[in-house]
């Protein structure tokens, strides 16, 4: 049996811990220079021509090079040419909109609480990140110029100065990226796929070999694991990909994740495989070496069926665990005929929406809307009750700070104090004490800019852990030396701008994690059970003949579903900062729920697949028995998830019955159509029911241990 081997003492001080976990987080990786580099020289650029040129608010463009991030070049020029478009909304919306209210406080007043609160929601509301980044920060620098008793002229003025620095850091990045650029599309969720893949794929090489794990393999397997798969989950959240490449390869990245999370522990266990295990962990090596080079090839992976009648015990842990769920990779391609149907080529130009799908009826979106608002008007009134204009920058603090709020916790919390700290006081404050009073030309400023931005960028390129930090280290940096063209040197203006960041980070915590929230474990699974109810909705449909309502509805179901699994894995890492009476029974659920949620993922992604037999797509139509037997097995199908979502709240006392009648009935019913009519069933109904046939085998195992877990925790 497995033991654990204690590789480090329990009386291990703090600080060793510390600078272990620095040394993974900020250990280099295939491509982080590259993306280092590209960030650096963004900014770099925006920052000479702003200060070459004298345009001031040249933080506005610099910010773009550290929050931009494009999988194609042609994906890049659309989204340049978005923030644009977005950009010029947003200034004339400021011009037109503050003509109207500049001579009447009261409404001027509830035009900048309205302004915030719209600022907020379209945050929410915009899945592109980079165009969200681009309003919220020109309306938190363009708002206050309205507030300065001088002339309209000199504020449209400056508006415009806004605009055009701007323009100068949208322009200037795409132009860096699309330089640089020479990866194919789908490459930044495909390469880190394969590469963790081929770390498992070392890591169970060795164990059935019967040798040490190398040194290299270890390495490897531990940054992974600690790196997670959050980067790349919001790399898919924020493409401009279709919404069925983003949903296979979410399920891809969930199950992928899981394997290495199991992957990860095993090399502190020590046991003895025997014959059995070292055979079945060679299979298991070469299964998965082989899904890694059919994705790196752009192949949909063989199905895989692992030999039932092997024999199951032995010393290895988690080996059947291991098995199922690479059996469940090429699952989560379902339906797909061709790597075309998922993964875009290089001519794909994706289409971008200005809003998510369901973005003007979400109410979550107006709730985001209103806390952030809330949050915002709070700073605005607070300075300008103290009459201290030098601390607005806590309503832009509060706006870049809400682009990463969803699914906060107090850890979030740490990195934003502790990086609007350092890079305030420590780098912007300190360079100008110490640095800037012997500078004298642009050249030098120029050095120590870059240094700043490197070291920043580097931290915003490590797991999600620490990346937080670069992000307000760069940002307080920013706001203190690149508001105005020339070198700041009053440490008046630098404490009034680092007061204010600090200002807006108090006002973010207090509205979204002290007035207006629920605690992590709770509503992570109030969005478990959601996503199970949503998933059972999908599993109806249509309900409607009418064609038009019936897409949308589906369509909306799909983005929902995908949705709240992003929630779920957010709020499951927010569970691990939060303490009291509760706490290990919220570690227990969430432990459940990163082991159920990958397999609910393929769930979802084979009910996609099987959409198109329920709509009748042409190519895919089926004779009017079968489809009648369909819709009966979809139905129990869908009680068998509600049960579950049930069963998991609390609120379904029994396990619900299996679906094997109900799709033993439909095999029956296709079995009996085509001996009837004396003809070979065609290959789309062969593929249709080994579709359910899998989707009936993974919905009773998924039953089945969501039934014995709470069992067992009664």
């Not at 203006?493 to 980070?505: F, H, K, N, P």
Request: hydrophobic share 45%.
């Amino acid at each position: 049996m497995a033991t654990f081997a204690q590789s480090v003492p329990e009386s291990s001080p703090r600080s060793t811990w510390f600078w272990g976990f620095l040394k993974e987080e900020l250990v280099p990786y295939p491509g982080r220079f590259s993306t280092v580099a590209r960030m650096v020289i963004s900014a770099t650029l925006v920052m000479i021509v702003c200060m070459t040129f004298r345009i001031p608010y040249g933080f506005q463009g610099a910010i773009y090079a550290l929050f931009i991030s494009r999988e194609s070049p042609r994906a890049t020029l659309e989204s340049a040419g978005m923030m644009v478009l977005v950009t010029g909304i947003g200034v004339a919306y400021v011009l037109i909109s503050a003509r109207l209210v500049i001579n009447v406080s009261l409404l001027h007043f509830l035009w900048i609480v309205g302004s915030l609160c719209l600022t907020f929601y379209a945050i929410s509301a915009i899945p592109d990140y980079g165009t969200s980044v681009t309003f919220a920060n020109l309306l938190s620098a363009g708002l206050p110029f309205w507030d300065r008793h001088v002339s309209a002229e000199t504020n449209v003025e400056d508006t415009l100065r806004l605009l055009l620095s701007t323009l100068i850091g949208v322009v200037v990045t795409a132009a860096v990226e699309l330089t640089f650029s020479r990866r194919k599309p789908g490459d930044d969720i495909v390469i880190p796929i394969v590469e963790r893949l081929t770390a498992v794929r070392s890591l169970l090489a060795c164990f059935a070999e019967g040798r040490p794990v190398d040194q290299a393999t270890q390495k490897t397997v531990a940054r992974l694991g600690a790196r997670g798969t959050s980067t790349f989950r919001r790399l898919l959240r924020r493409s401009g990909y279709s919404a069925h490449y983003r949903a296979q390869m979410s399920a891809v990245v969930a199950l992928v994740g899981r394997l290495v999370d199991i992957a990860a522990p095993l090399m502190e266990l020590a046991f003895e495989p025997s014959d059995t295990d070292q055979r079945r962990l060679r299979s298991l090596s070469e299964i998965v070496a082989s899904i890694g080079a059919d994705l790196l090839n752009r192949r949909i992976p063989s199905a895989i069926q692992f030999d039932s009648d092997e024999e199951r015990s032995g010393g290895f842990p988690f080996l059947q665990e291991m098995e199922t769920i690479v059996s469940f990779i090429p699952q989560a391609f379902a339906g797909s005929r061709s790597i075309d149907e998922y993964l875009p080529s290089s001519d794909d130009v994706p289409r971008s929406k200005l809003f998510a799908p369901g973005g003007l009826v979400n109410p979550e979106y107006f709730k985001f809307a209103l806390k952030g608002g809330l949050a915002a008007t709070a700073c605005y009134v607070i300075y300008n009750s103290v009459f201290w204009p030098g601390i607005s920058t806590a309503v832009t603090t509060c706006l870049l700070t809400a682009l990463s709020t969803i699914g906060a916790s107090r850890q979030k919390q740490i990195l934003r104090f502790a990086g609007a700290i350092v890079g305030g006081f420590v780098f912007g404050m300190g360079s100008q004490i110490f640095i800037l009073p012997h500078l004298d030309s642009i050249g030098g400023f120029t050095v120590l800019f870059m240094v700043v931005t490197a070291l920043a960028s580097w931290v915003m390129t490590s797991s999600p852990r620490l990346s937080y930090f670069g992000v307000q280290v760069a940002l307080a940096f920013y706001l203190i030396n690149l508001q105005e063209f020339t070198i700041q040197t009053s440490l008046a203006v630098a404490r009034d701008r680092v007061v204010g960041i600090l200002l807006g980070l108090i006002m973010m915590w207090l509205v979204f994690d002290q007035l207006w929230s629920s605690p992590a474990g709770v509503e992570m699974k109030r969005r478990f059970v959601l996503t199970f109810r949503l998933l059972a909705q999908l599993a109806r449909e249509p309900v409607s003949t009418d064609i038009q309502a019936m897409t949308k509805r589906i369509y909306a179901l799909r983005e929902s579903i995908d949705n709240e699994f992003n929630q779920v894995r957010a709020l499951a890492d927010g569970v691990l900062f939060e303490f009291g009476p509760s706490r290990q029974q919220d570690l227990a659920m969430r432990d459940h729920i990163r082991h159920w949620q990958p397999q609910l993922r393929t769930l979802f992604i084979m009910r996609i697949a099987s959409l198109k037999y329920r709509l009748q797509v042409p190519g895919f139509e089926l004779p009017e028995p079968i489809r009648l037997a369909q819709q009966a097995y979809d139905d129990r199908s869908a009680q068998m998830l509600d049960e579950m979502a049930g069963r998991i709240e609390g609120s379904v006392p029994q396990a619900g019955t299996a679906s094997e009648d109900a799709f033993e009935l439909l095999e029956k019913t296709v079995q009996a159509y085509y001996e009837e009519s004396q003809q070979p069933p065609t290959a789309h109904v062969w593929s249709f029911t080994t579709l359910l046939r899998g989707i009936d085998n993974l919905t009773n195992s998924l039953a089945s241990e969501i039934a014995t877990e709470v069992d067992r925790a009664k």
